[in-house]
């Protein structure tokens, strides 16, 4: 849906309660008590009432904004938003387009979005030929950013050591599906088929941790394709065939391991263009979840918003 058919639909927020309440009722509803699956609605205080039994649950309980009093406009026109391009909103952006006053309470239901983009993607296991890597995403924590205005020791959270990472920024294990092309390649283009795509933060890249993740995150059967790192060296022990690939030359590695490459670069691009320098350690997670996602539906187009909109009556936050 673009924005302006979203504002001929929902004009209001009494429209967007009846088209909240609508697909509510199309899910279905089942009363905690009697299980009965009938209700009627009460418009006077936005609750569902058991047509068996009489017990009620309001509109916004057991979807994502249970426990939120902010309009059902803000959380409809946030998800067309967040869905309708490639790059992502920052929350002050979004706090100015909705017009309201605190910062916050947009911020959280961003996050809230967020995470129920990551629970829809982590119900999915990727498969077939898989190319892996770890990307460093610039990060600060909490800790860092009050020693930056306490002390003047000249600890710049973007001097940090490159190669595997340093300390300041967030190890990011990457993993995308990538089948070699049966077509000639064209030019410029990479010579493998993309699929689906996962980003994880990481504690360590351990082999240990990353066999861990790998267990979550991809099919046994599947064949992993990375470079010699040594985190990568119990990979067999967990999926059916690992092939390694030692490339030094930027160039050429870049064609062995195309997609790896593209996506992290792609994804350093959209979160820094909302944050412009360092984000905090805790929700790096969360906007790769929402890179992913829809990187993942990238052929959706218009049904995108939709389609999150159900994932969000259907998650809860906590
Ligand atoms: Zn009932």
Same mark, same amino acid.
């Given at each position: 849906?673009?924005?302006?058919?979203? @504002?001929?639909?929902?004009?209001?927020?009494? #429209?967007? *309660?009846? $088209?909240?309440?609508?697909?509510?009722?199309?899910?279905? *509803?089942?009363?905690?008590?009697?299980?009965?699956?009938?209700? #009627?609605?009460?418009?006077?205080?936005?609750?569902?009432?058991?047509?068996?039994? $009489?017990?009620?649950?309001?509109? !916004?309980?057991?979807?994502?904004?249970?426990?939120?009093?902010?309009?059902?406009?803000?959380?409809?026109?946030?998800?067309?938003?967040?869905?309708?391009?490639?790059?992502?909103?920052?929350?002050?952006?979004?706090?100015?387009?909705?017009?309201?006053?605190?910062?916050?309470? *947009?911020?959280?239901?961003?996050?809230?979005?967020?995470?129920?983009?990551? /629970?829809?993607?982590?119900?999915?296991?990727?498969?077939?030929?898989?190319?892996?890597?770890?990307?460093?995403?610039? !990060? &600060?924590?909490?800790?860092?950013?009050?020693?930056?205005?306490?002390?003047?020791?000249?600890?710049?959270?973007?001097?940090?050591?490159?190669?595997?990472?340093?300390?300041?920024? =967030?190890?990011?294990?990457?993993?995308?599906?990538?089948?070699?092309?049966? #077509?000639?390649?064209?030019?410029?283009?990479?010579?493998?088929?993309? $699929?689906?795509?996962?980003?994880?933060?990481?504690?360590?890249?351990?082999?240990?941790? *990353?066999?861990?993740?790998?267990?979550?995150?991809?099919?046994?059967?599947?064949? %992993?394709?990375?470079?010699?790192?040594?985190?990568?060296? /119990?990979?067999?022990? &967990?999926?059916?065939?690992?092939?390694? %690939?030692?490339?030094?030359?930027? /160039?050429?590695?870049?064609?062995?391991?195309?997609?790896?490459?593209?996506?992290?670069?792609? =994804?350093? +691009?959209?979160?820094?263009?909302?944050?412009?320098?360092?984000?905090?350690?805790?929700?790096?997670?969360?906007?790769?979840?929402?890179?992913?996602? +829809?990187?993942?539906?990238?052929? @959706?187009?218009?049904?995108?918003?939709?389609?999150?909109?159900?994932?969000?009556?259907?998650?809860?936050?906590?």
């Amino acid at each position: 849906m673009n924005l302006r058919k979203f @504002f001929e639909k929902y004009p209001d927020e009494a #429209s967007c *309660i009846e $088209g909240f309440k609508k697909k509510r009722l199309e899910m279905g *509803i089942v009363c905690k008590k009697c299980q009965h699956t009938e209700h #009627s609605f009460r418009k006077t205080d936005l609750k569902f009432q058991c047509k068996k039994c $009489g017990s009620r649950i309001s509109l !916004r309980s057991g979807t994502v904004m249970e426990n939120s009093n902010l309009p059902f406009q803000y959380w409809m026109l946030c998800i067309e938003l967040m869905t309708l391009s490639k790059k992502s909103f920052s929350a002050l952006e979004m706090q100015r387009i909705l017009g309201h006053k605190r910062y916050e309470p *947009i911020w959280l239901m961003m996050h809230k979005i967020r995470r129920v983009m990551s /629970k829809r993607d982590e119900k999915y296991k990727l498969e077939g030929c898989i190319e892996f890597d770890e990307g460093f995403f610039e !990060r &600060v924590d909490n800790k860092d950013v009050i020693d930056d205005k306490d002390d003047n020791n000249g600890d710049n959270p973007k001097q940090g050591k490159r190669g595997r990472g340093s300390e300041r920024q =967030a190890k990011v294990l990457v993993m995308v599906e990538s089948e070699p092309s049966i #077509s000639a390649p064209k030019k410029g283009k990479p010579n493998r088929k993309v $699929g689906y795509l996962k980003m994880v933060v990481m504690e360590d890249l351990k082999s240990e941790t *990353i066999n861990k993740e790998v267990q979550k995150s991809v099919e046994k059967t599947a064949s %992993v394709l990375s470079d010699g790192y040594t985190g990568y060296s /119990k990979l067999k022990e &967990v999926i059916a065939k690992h092939q390694v %690939v030692v490339e030094p030359d930027k /160039k050429k590695s870049a064609k062995v391991f195309p997609w790896v490459n593209r996506t992290i670069s792609n =994804a350093k +691009k959209v979160i820094l263009g909302i944050h412009h320098n360092c984000i905090n350690q805790q929700y790096v997670q969360n906007y790769l979840d929402e890179f992913c996602y +829809k990187f993942n539906r990238r052929y @959706f187009g218009d049904r995108l918003s939709q389609r999150l909109m159900i994932a969000a009556l259907e998650t809860t936050w906590y």
